[in-house]
C-alpha cells in the first residue's frame, strides 16, 4: 500500500529540487550535444541553453532529444510516485523536469519539437505540439497531486514546480550575457572550451552533478517516507 507523502517546505528542499534541475538541465542541454556528435561525426557547440551542430550538418535526432530527456525524466518521476517505494525522489524528478517551462516553451513556439517541425514542415505546428505535451505532462502532475496529502497541495505544488526553476533562469541570463557568442559568433568567445563545451559550463553542470549525487540524493532518500504495510 502507497504511504501519503507529507511535503515540509524549507530552504533544503528547494535547494535539493533546484540542483536537481540543473542535473536535469544538464542532461537536456548535453543529450543534444551528443547525440549531434554521433549524427554529424564531430562535437558542434553547447551552452547552458543552447546547442549548434557541427558546421554543415543539420540533426534531426538531437534536435528533439533534448525534450524528449526531459518528458523521460518526468514519467520516471512519475512512475516512482505512483509506485510508492520513492514518492519524494519520484517528485524530485517530476519537479527537475521543469514541465511547465516545456509547455511554456512549446506554446510560444520556441521549443526545439517545434523547430524541428519547422524544419522538416515548414510550419512549426505550434497548436498541436502544444496539445501532445500537456498530454505528456498532466498525467504526472496529476500523479504528484494525489500523492501529495498537504492540506494545502494546491499552493504547494505551483510552488515546488516554479521555485527550483530560479536556477535556471540565472544560468539563461548568463548564457544570454555570455555564452551566446559561442553559439552565434566562436570567431569571438575567447573562453577555454572542450570538446565544444565552455570550461566553466562543464564546471557548473559537474559541481551541481557531484552535489547532487553526493548531498541531495542522499538527502531525498533519507527523508523517503515510510511504506505502510
Not at 36 to 51: L, Q, Y
Not at 55 to 76: K, M, T
Request: glycine share 8%.
Amino acid at each position: 500500500m502507497t504511504s501519503p507523502l507529507h511535503v515540509r517546505l524549507s530552504w533544503t528542499l528547494l535547494g535539493v529540487l533546484g540542483l536537481a534541475a540543473v542535473v536535469a538541465a544538464a542532461a537536456h542541454e548535453l543529450g543534444h550535444h551528443a547525440i549531434a556528435a554521433v549524427e554529424c561525426g564531430g562535437f558542434g557547440r553547447v551552452t547552458f541553453t543552447r546547442f549548434q551542430e557541427l558546421e554543415g550538418c543539420r540533426s534531426i535526432v538531437a534536435n528533439i532529444s533534448g525534450p524528449a530527456i526531459s518528458f523521460a525524466i518526468l514519467w520516471l518521476g512519475a512512475i516512482a510516485l505512483a509506485g510508492g517505494r520513492a514518492p519524494l525522489r519520484g517528485l524530485a524528478a517530476v519537479v527537475a523536469s521543469m514541465p511547465l517551462l516545456r509547455l511554456g516553451s512549446v506554446a510560444s513556439g520556441g521549443d526545439d519539437w517545434t523547430y524541428t517541425a519547422g524544419l522538416l514542415t515548414g510550419d512549426r505546428h505550434v497548436v498541436l505540439l502544444t496539445v501532445a505535451v500537456l498530454c505528456l505532462i498532466v498525467p504526472p502532475l496529476v500523479f504528484a497531486w494525489r500523492r501529495l496529502s498537504n492540506r494545502r497541495r494546491w499552493l504547494l505544488l505551483p510552488a515546488l514546480l516554479i521555485l527550483p526553476v530560479a536556477p535556471g533562469i540565472v544560468l539563461q541570463v548568463i548564457d544570454v550575457a555570455v555564452y551566446h557568442r559561442w553559439i552565434d559568433d566562436p570567431a569571438s568567445f575567447t573562453q577555454p572550451t572542450f570538446l565544444g563545451i565552455p570550461i566553466v559550463v562543464m564546471a557548473v553542470y559537474g559541481t551541481a552533478a557531484f552535489c547532487f549525487a553526493r548531498w541531495a540524493y542522499p538527502w531525498l532518500k533519507r527523508n523517503e517516507p515510510a511504506a505502510e504495510s
